[in-house]
C-alpha cells in the first residue's frame, strides 16, 4: 500500500463490525424484554385479580372459615406471617451474623472455615420444602410441646433465613478494609472491640440490607410452614399454638370452589407481593447510606 | 540487584561530561603553561599576547562546568560519592581558572621587561626550572584525579617544596641583582613571575587535596612548607 | 486555601501542653485499673525520652524468614530512618515493634525487643497496652469511615478503654499537634472521610499521638500524598520528635535525609548499615549502602 502511514495509523470502522455490536446489543435487550414478559405478567395479573379483593373489612377480620355466609379478610394471616417472621429473624439474623463474623474475622482461609463455607452454601440450595419435612419429623411428630405450633414453623422458617443472612453478612464483613482493623489494632483495642465498635457499624448497611432480604424471602414460604405449623383461622398472640400465615392462607383458598375465596386468595397474594416490595424497599435505601463498595 | 549500570544512565553520563570538562581544563592550563615558559625563554612578546587572549577558553569553561554542576544538583540530587565527586569538580575547575589567571599575570610582566632585557642566567634559568615542575605538577594532579590515585596525589606537596625552595631562591638572588637598575626592574619582574609560578603549583597540591577527598570523604590539607605539617 | 498554621507557634503548643498532660497522665495512673506498661509509670516529670533497642530480631511469615537478626536501637525523641528497596524487610521489621506482625496468620518473631529495657514479647506482657504504648500510622490514611472527625481523634482512647480522660480537651490537643486543629475546629462533627488525603493522614496521625504513645512508628506515611502535602506531614515529624520516639519507613530518600538524624539500609532483610544520616548519604561504609543510595540500583 503505498498509502502514508499516518493516514492509515487508525483503521476505520468496517461495517462488519458495526454490525455485529448493534446484533448483540439488539439480542441482549431482547433476551432482557423477554424476562420482563412473566414478571410484567405478574404484577399485572396480581393487580387485576387481587385489587377486587380489597376492602376494609379484608384487612381487619379474620377469616371465618364458613363455607356459607362471609368468609371473611385475611388479618390473622397478615399477623400470623409477621410473627411467625419475626421469631424466625430472631433465631436466624444473629446466629446467621454469628457465622458471618466468625468465618471472615476468625476462621478466616483455615480447613475448617471452608468446610462451614461449603455446608453454608448447600443450605441454600435445599429445597424450602425439605426444611419443613425435617421440622415435621424433628418437632411435630416427636409432641416436642405440641403438634403443630407458630414457633416450629418460624424455625423452619429460621433455617431457610440462615444460609442466606450469612452468605449476605460474610460478604459484607469481608468488603470492610483490613486496613481499618489494622488501625483499630494498632490502637491498642482488642480484637472483639475491633469487631464490636469497627467492623460491625461500618458493614451494618450491608448486614441490614442482606437480613432484610432473606425476611423478604422467608415471608412467602409456603411449604415449611405446610407440616410445622398447618392451618387455622383464628388469631392468637401464643406462638405455642397454631397459627395462620398468608401463604397457607393463600394455599387454601385457591382450591376452593367458591370464586370469592379464590379472588381472597389473589389478594392475599397481592398483600404478600406488597409487603415483600415495601421490605426491599427499604433494603435498597439502607444500602444507599454504605459507605462500602457495593 | 539486576541492572548495576544501566540505572541513572543519564545521571552517569552528564556527571562523566563533567569531570572531563574539567580534566579538559586542566590540558588547557598545560597548554598555556608551555607557551608561558616557551614566551620566558625567549622573550617572545606576541606569545605572551597570544596567553592573554587565549584565558578566554579558560573562563569558558569555567562557568560552563561551574552551570553544569549547579544544574546536575539542582536535577539529580546526587549522593555519596557522586556528590563528593561533584563538590570536589567544583572546587577543581575554580583551582583551574586560577592557574589560568596567574598564566596571565605571567605573559603580562614579559613585554614590562622590553624586547632586550637584561637577563641574569642564573635567575632565569631557576625561574624556567620552577616552570617546568609546575607544570609537571599540574599534569601529575591531573593524572591523580582521573585516576584516583590517592599517593600520587600526595606527592604533589613533596613537588610543591621544591618550587617553593626555588621561589625563595630566586628573589635571594633579586636582592643581590645589583647597581644597574635595569637590571634591579628585570629580577624584581622575574620575583613577580616566580611568585605567580609558584601560586600555580598551591593550586595543584590543592586539586590533589580533592583527589583525597573524593576517595576517602576526608579533607586534609597536605603539609607544605607553606603550611607546615605538625 | 486556608493559611496553615504556623509551625513555629505550634511547636510553642506542643511542647506546652506536653507538660500538662504528663500531669494528667498522673491523674491517668491513678484512675487506670490495670498496671500500665511500666516504662510509662516511671517516666520523670518533665519529657524523659523512651528508647527501642532490638536484639537479634528475626521475624517469619511461615518458613519464610524475612527479617535476619537485626540488632539496632532507636534513641529516644530522635527520628531514624529505615530505607531499603523493596521487599528489604523494613515494613516487616518495623511491624515487629508494635507486635503488628504476628496478626498475620502463620507468622511470628523472634529475639527481643525491648521498650526502656522491658521485653515487649514477654508472655506476661499484654499485647494491647504494647500498642497503646507504641503507635503507628499507616501508608494509606484510613480514618474510621463511620465516625466523625471528633470521633476518630478519641477513637484511639475509647478503643483501647482509657477512662477519666478529658476527651474534648485531648482531641484538641491532638489536632493541634498534628497541625489540624484550624482546619477542622469548626466541623469537627463532620466525618472522617470527608477531609482531602493529607488531611486524612494528618487526622491519623492525630488519632495515633491522642492516646499519648511513646514510640510513634510511621509506614510510609506521605508515600500516597502529593508533594505539599508530603511536607507538611515531614514538617509534624520534625515537631513530634520533641514528645515521642520516631522511626519512619520510607522508600523516598531524600525524604529520610530530609528528616531523620538517623538512617538505617536493609537489604534482603539484614541491617546492612546505620548511623547519622549526613553520614550515610555524603560517605556511607558500606559499598551496597553506596550502591543504593546512589541508583545503581533498587
Not at chain 1, 454490525?19 to 414478571?39: F, H, I
Not at chain 3, 484510613?142 to 476518630?152: K, V
Amino acid at each position: 500500500m503505498s498509502v502514508s502511514v499516518t493516514r492509515a495509523a487508525i483503521p476505520p470502522l468496517t461495517r462488519r463490525r458495526r454490525v455485529t455490536d448493534n446484533a448483540m446489543r439488539g439480542l441482549a435487550l431482547a433476551l432482557t424484554l423477554l424476562a420482563l414478559v412473566p414478571l410484567v405478567l405478574i404484577l399485572y395479573y396480581l393487580l387485576k385479580k387481587g385489587l377486587s379483593a380489597f376492602s376494609v373489612d379484608f384487612f381487619t377480620t379474620d377469616p371465618t372459615g364458613r363455607f356459607l355466609g362471609d368468609p371473611g379478610g385475611i388479618r390473622s394471616a397478615i399477623l400470623g406471617t409477621i410473627e411467625i417472621v419475626v421469631i424466625a429473624s430472631a433465631f436466624a439474623i444473629p446466629i446467621g451474623l454469628g457465622v458471618a463474623l466468625w468465618l471472615v474475622e476468625y476462621g478466616k482461609d483455615g480447613r475448617f472455615a471452608n468446610l462451614v463455607r461449603y455446608f453454608i452454601d448447600v443450605m441454600t440450595g435445599v429445597p424450602s420444602v425439605v426444611f419443613g419435612l425435617f421440622v415435621y419429623i424433628v418437632l411435630v411428630v416427636t409432641q416436642v410441646a405440641g403438634t403443630f405450633a407458630a414457633w416450629k414453623g418460624a424455625v423452619a422458617l429460621s433455617l431457610l433465613m440462615l444460609p442466606i443472612v450469612t452468605r449476605s453478612a460474610e460478604v459484607v464483613l469481608s468488603l470492610v478494609p483490613d486496613s481499618l482493623r489494622e488501625a483499630a489494632l494498632a490502637l491498642g483495642a482488642p480484637r472483639w472491640r475491633v469487631i464490636l465498635r469497627i467492623v460491625i457499624p461500618t458493614a451494618l448497611p450491608g448486614i441490614v440490607t442482606g437480613s432484610l432480604l432473606a425476611v423478604a424471602r422467608a415471608a412467602g414460604e409456603t411449604a415449611p410452614l405446610l407440616f410445622s405449623v398447618a392451618f387455622v383461622n383464628g388469631w392468637s398472640l401464643d406462638p405455642s399454638l397454631r397459627m395462620n400465615s398468608l401463604p397457607l392462607q393463600i394455599f387454601n383458598d385457591v382450591g376452593q370452589a367458591q370464586d370469592r375465596l379464590v379472588t381472597r386468595a389473589w389478594g392475599a397474594a397481592l398483600t404478600l407481593v406488597l409487603m415483600i416490595l415495601i421490605l426491599t424497599l427499604i433494603a435498597r435505601v439502607v444500602q444507599r447510606r454504605s459507605r462500602l463498595a457495593p | 540487584m539486576a541492572d548495576h549500570h544501566n540505572t541513572r544512565q543519564h545521571f552517569r553520563d552528564e556527571l562523566r561530561r563533567l569531570e572531563e570538562g574539567t580534566l579538559g581544563g586542566l590540558d588547557i592550563i598545560r597548554e598555556q603553561m608551555d607557551r608561558t615558559l616557551e614566551a620566558l625563554e625567549h622573550q617572545d612578546v606576541e606569545l605572551a599576547e597570544m596567553i592573554m587572549l587565549d584565558d578566554d577558553r579558560v573562563d569558558g569553561r569555567y562557568l560552563e562546568i561551574n552551570q553544569g554542576i549547579l544544574s546536575l544538583l539542582a536535577l539529580q540530587a546526587p549522593v555519596a560519592s557522586d556528590l563528593r565527586l561533584v563538590a570536589a569538580l567544583l572546587h577543581v575547575i575554580k583551582h583551574v581558572e586560577r592557574m589560568g589567571d596567574q598564566c596571565v599575570n605571567i605573559a603580562k610582566l614579559i613585554p614590562l621587561s622590553g624586547h632586550e632585557p637584561p637577563v641574569r642566567e642564573d635567575i632565569k634559568g631557576l625561574v624556567l626550572r620552577m616552570g617546568r615542575a609546575a607544570r609537571s605538577e599540574v599534569l601529575q594532579s591531573r593524572a591523580a584525579f582521573a585516576t584516583r590515585d590517592v599517593e600520587l596525589a600526595a606527592d604533589l606537596s613533596r613537588q610543591d617544596r621544591e618550587v617553593n625552595v626555588l621561589n625563595r631562591e630566586v628573589f635571594r638572588l633579586a636582592i643581590h641583582a645589583g647597581d644597574d637598575p635595569d637590571t634591579r626592574e628585570w629580577a624584581m619582574h622575574q620575583t613577580m613571575i616566580a611568585r605567580a609560578i609558584e601560586r600555580i603549583g598551591d593550586n595543584a597540591v590543592d586539586i590533589g587535596e580533592q583527589v583525597v577527598f573524593v576517595v576517602s570523604g576526608l579533607f586534609r590539607e597536605f603539609p607544605t612548607s607553606t603550611a607546615p605539617a605538625i | 486555601m486556608s493559611a496553615d498554621p504556623d509551625p513555629k507557634e505550634d511547636a510553642r503548643t506542643v511542647s506546652d501542653i506536653s507538660t500538662r498532660s504528663e500531669q494528667r497522665r498522673a491523674r491517668d495512673r491513678d484512675a487506670r485499673p490495670t498496671a500500665p506498661v511500666p516504662s510509662a509509670a516511671q517516666a520523670a516529670p518533665g519529657r524523659a525520652g523512651h528508647t527501642i533497642a532490638l536484639e537479634k530480631l528475626s521475624a517469619y511469615y511461615g518458613e519464610t524468614r524475612a527479617v535476619r537478626d537485626v540488632d539496632l536501637t532507636y534513641a529516644a525523641n530522635q527520628v531514624t530512618a529505615m530505607i531499603g528497596p523493596s521487599g528489604c524487610g523494613k515494613s516487616t521489621l518495623v511491624r515487629c515493634i508494635n507486635r503488628m506482625h504476628e496478626e498475620i496468620p502463620g507468622a511470628r518473631a523472634e529475639g527481643k525487643v525491648t521498650l526502656d529495657d522491658v521485653d515487649i514479647y514477654d508472655s506476661s506482657i499484654d499485647v494491647t497496652m504494647v500498642r497503646r504504648v507504641i503507635g503507628m500510622v499507616f501508608q494509606k490514611p484510613n480514618p474510621f469511615p463511620t465516625m466523625s472527625i471528633f470521633d476518630n481523634v478519641a477513637a484511639g482512647l475509647r478503643l483501647s478503654g482509657v477512662r477519666g480522660v478529658d476527651l474534648r480537651e485531648r482531641v484538641e490537643w491532638a489536632l493541634r499537634a498534628a497541625g489540624l486543629w484550624d482546619e477542622v475546629k469548626d466541623r469537627l462533627g463532620a466525618p472522617g472521610i470527608s477531609l482531602s488525603g493529607g488531611q486524612q493522614q494528618r487526622l491519623c496521625i492525630a488519632r495515633t499521638i491522642a492516646v499519648e504513645p511513646e514510640v510513634v512508628l510511621m509506614d510510609e506515611p506521605a508515600s500516597a500524598l502529593d508533594p505539599i502535602a508530603t511536607l507538611k506531614i515531614e514538617d509534624l515529624v520534625h515537631e513530634l520528635k520533641e514528645r515521642f520516639t520516631i522511626v519512619i519507613v520510607t522508600h523516598n530518600m531524600q525524604q529520610a535525609a530530609r528528616v531523620a538524624a538517623t538512617t538505617a539500609f536493609m537489604l534482603n532483610g539484614e541491617l546492612i548499615e546505620h548511623g547519622p544520616t549526613d553520614k550515610i548519604f555524603s560517605n556511607p561504609n558500606d559499598s551496597r549502602t553506596e550502591d543504593y543510595i546512589t541508583g545503581k540500583f533498587g
